[in-house]
């Protein structure tokens, strides 16, 4: 690579930048087998058969051309089927077939590749060096979808300068043409592009057109491949393995959603349930998931309507006003005291010029009853008849605005990360109907004894009841919240404008830039490898998939490298809760900690503590060093004792 006059490098897709664990044909055999669970009319056709029908449709589409688009080829595909089960016409358009097949295809895929490490590092010292690096490939998705694939495994795509893919150019390397057409757009000749390939054919095309072709000789892929019955049986596994291996920190969680929300789903079908709603910010992505994985899986996605309700803790108080109990609120501004009272930005700075506050009494966080300015407000007549103004206003557009989105239903079945279930309780008072909440997690009950439904589906420990693996998977719960957040601020409160109910939300900047810069990009990896997940490991036994997730938490709470600790650092300095305080977030608070006997019969109940205390330490100190040798260990003996126990916590 070395050669001056190279300016140019052609690298292959398959087998060259990205490998895959299993083979092609068995890619198709995997689609085919998922295009047979997600049509009803469909499901009597054999794999096999539904493989030749696709093998022949694309043979009819290539008559006359030398490769066809990827919705042309699907639609005879479907028409082919339509001929042979008359049903599917009446199940779905042929337009929407097409998307869902694609989707599907997409998913596999997301499942089974991962990146040539080795190469992808060399490619982007060329790139350095001035080399323009491009992919060409034949195939029949095009180059969004190759993009996409290399984003799933957090490849930077920004060193290749061009993608030529066959299907977006009607043009193939196995004849030359496709070469051509590379080297018309890029402008160059074929002395100055080198390709790289894995087989000699390509590199007897490329030199046809003047290309120097040059032979990966690397094997090592194809020998880790397996069946495909032998990938499904552990496909759980090898994809959280993939995740710590070429992943953003974190994007393993993405199997902890897909627990989540495949037993979310299976809830909610066993009852027969008609409309879901989302809550509160991390509504946001888990709704996303859970209509991801109807729309890959379900005969019938829309059979369960969702919903999205834009809330916080603090919004909810804001329509409960008696419930924001110094107990539950902790220190706390009274600027911000306010904001939980359901009044907004401009009304705050209002009242505090009205009652003439100083900027300690509104920003200092401390005791609501040790703060005059606090004491001042409540004894103050005109301020009451204020509140209960704005309460009114606040309560009414709530009102108005839930009931457009819960569509009657009763019970009503919401959906939210988790923990204790304020926000539930809240809604079903205020509302005045009866729900039911499915949760990630939920921990301790409220101390108001009104009787609410609530279910943790990955952890839960609600009086005597303790799940299997609790104290290890509520470890660093502010990490979940962190990994689900949306592109948007958190509820303050509830307005009508131009008669129309409406959310009032406020976006703290530290937030929001972490969110732009790091959240953003982990959803999106999140977001394929739960495709993936949806694609292999519908085999996978929940209880299985529990115990893995209970391992990868324990993993990714104790062992973190200096991407994982930067990312958890930024995540420290940008927690903001519900009611607007900058809080600890994930880090330690030493006084919490009480070490004892304890640690060698219940290790489990630890981890939440050494979780957070490989961050206190420098990078690169000896502290650092040495914490590594004692955290293994530490993983290994918790692995020990709660496997012995099988996850259950001694009584």
């Given at each position: 690579m070395n050669n001056e006059r190279e300016s140019v490098i052609l690298v292959g897709f398959f087998d060259v930048v990205?490998?895959?664990?299993?083979?092609?044909?068995?890619?198709?055999?995997?689609?085919?087998?998922?295009?047979?669970?997600?049509?009803?009319?469909?499901?009597?056709?054999?794999?096999?058969?539904?493989?030749?029908?696709?093998?022949?449709?694309?043979?009819?589409?290539?008559?006359?051309?030398?490769?066809?688009?990827?919705?042309?080829?699907?639609?005879?595909?479907?028409q082919?089927?339509?001929?042979?089960?008359?049903?599917?016409?009446?199940?779905?358009s042929e337009d929407n077939f097409a998307?869902?097949?694609?989707d599907l295809e997409c998913a596999v895929e997301y499942g089974v590749q991962y990146p040539n490490i080795r190469l992808l590092k060399h490619l982007a010292e060329e790139t350095?060096?001035?080399?323009?690096?491009?992919?060409?490939?034949?195939?029949?998705?095009?180059?969004?979808?190759?993009?996409?694939?290399?984003?799933?495994?957090?490849?930077?795509?920004?060193?290749?300068?061009?993608?030529?893919?066959?299907?977006?150019?009607?043009?193939?390397?196995?004849?030359?043409?496709?070469?051509?057409?590379?080297?018309?757009?890029?402008?160059?000749?074929?002395?100055?592009?080198?390709?790289?390939?894995?087989?000699?054919?390509?590199?007897?095309?490329?030199?046809?057109?003047?290309?120097h072709g040059r032979i990966m000789r690397h094997g090592g892929h194809r020998l880790r491949r397996r069946p495909c019955r032998v990938f499904e049986n552990d496909a759980f596994r090898h994809i959280r393995q993939d995740c710590y291996r070429y992943n953003s920190p974190f994007v393993e969680y993405a199997v902890i959603l897909y627990t989540f929300i495949r037993k979310l789903n299976d809830e909610l079908e066993q009852r027969s349930t008609?409309?879901?709603?989302?809550?509160?910010?991390?509504?946001?992505?888990?709704?996303?998931?859970?209509e991801g994985y109807r729309w890959l899986l379900c005969s019938e996605p829309g059979a369960i309507r969702t919903a999205y309700l834009r809330c916080s803790r603090a919004a909810i108080f804001s329509l409960q006003p008696e419930k924001a109990t110094e107990n539950i609120l902790g220190d706390i501004s009274l600027r911000n005291y306010l904001r939980v009272l359901g009044f907004f930005d401009e009304d705050v700075n209002a009242l505090q010029q009205k009652y003439a506050f100083s900027p300690e009494q509104m920003e200092t966080a401390g005791s609501l009853s040790a703060n005059t300015g606090y004491l001042k407000l409540m004894s103050d007549d005109s301020f009451r008849i204020r509140h209960a103004t704005r309460l009114d206003e606040n309560r009414q557009a709530f009102?108005?605005?839930?009931?457009?989105?819960?569509?009657?239903?009763?019970?009503?079945?919401?959906?939210?990360?988790?923990?204790?279930?304020?926000?539930?309780?809240?809604i079903e008072e205020v509302l005045g109907v009866r729900t039911r909440g499915w949760y990630l997690g939920i921990r301790g009950v409220s101390e108001d004894p009104h009787p609410y439904e609530r279910h943790g589906l990955i952890f839960a420990a609600d009086g005597d009841h303790v799940s299997p693996y609790f104290d290890i998977?509520?470890?660093?719960?502010q990490l979940y919240e962190q990994l689900l957040a949306a592109p948007h601020g958190a509820a303050e409160g509830y307005v009508f404008s131009d008669g129309r109910p409406g959310v009032r939300e406020a976006w703290a900047d530290s937030e929001k830039f972490l969110y732009q810069d790091l959240i953003e990009k982990t959803q999106g990896e999140m977001r394929a490898i739960f495709s993936g997940l949806v694609a292999w490991c519908d085999k996978e036994d929940v209880a299985t998939m529990v115990r893995w997730c209970a391992h990868t938490v324990l993993r990714s709470s104790l062992i973190a490298d200096s991407r994982r600790l930067a990312f958890l650092r930024r995540l420290d300095k940008s927690f903001v809760n519900n009611f607007g305080q900058v809080n600890q977030g994930l880090r330690l608070n030493r006084q919490h900690v009480r070490l004892g006997i304890a640690i060698i019969a219940k290790p489990e109940h630890y981890v939440r503590y050494a979780a957070k205390f490989q961050?206190?330490?420098?990078?690169?100190?000896?502290?650092?060093?040495?914490?590594?040798?004692?955290?293994?260990?530490?993983?290994?003996?918790?692995?020990?004792?709660?496997?012995?126990?099988?996850?259950?916590?001694?009584?």
């Open positions: 990205m490998f895959r664990h299993v083979d092609a044909g068995q890619v198709v055999d995997r689609w085919a087998t998922l295009l047979g669970k997600k049509f009803r009319s469909l499901a009597d056709i054999s794999v096999d058969d539904l493989v030749d029908a696709r093998i022949a449709s694309r043979v009819i589409c290539l008559k006359g051309c030398a490769e066809v688009g990827y919705r042309r080829w699907m639609s005879v595909y479907y082919l089927l339509v001929q042979r089960c008359p049903d599917l016409g009446g199940e779905i998307t869902v097949v694609h350095r060096k001035g080399k323009r690096i491009c992919i060409i490939e034949d195939y029949h998705l095009g180059k969004e979808d190759l993009l996409s694939f290399m984003q799933a495994k957090n490849v930077d795509t920004g060193i290749f300068s061009g993608i030529f893919v066959s299907c977006d150019h009607d043009a193939r390397t196995e004849d030359g043409a496709l070469y051509a057409v590379a080297l018309d757009d890029l402008g160059v000749c074929g002395k100055n592009v080198v390709m790289m390939g894995d087989d000699a054919d390509s590199s007897a095309m490329a030199g046809r057109n003047g290309i008609r409309h879901v709603v989302f809550l509160a910010r991390e509504g946001w992505f888990l709704r996303q998931l859970f009102l108005a605005y839930a009931r457009e989105l819960t569509a009657g239903e009763e019970p009503l079945d919401i959906v939210d990360i988790g923990w204790v279930g304020r926000m539930q309780q809240g998977l509520c470890a660093n719960t961050r206190t330490l420098r990078d690169g100190s000896i502290q650092m060093w040495l914490y590594y040798p004692f955290a293994w260990m530490f993983y290994a003996y918790v692995n020990l004792i709660t496997t012995l126990r099988r996850g259950r916590s001694p009584a």
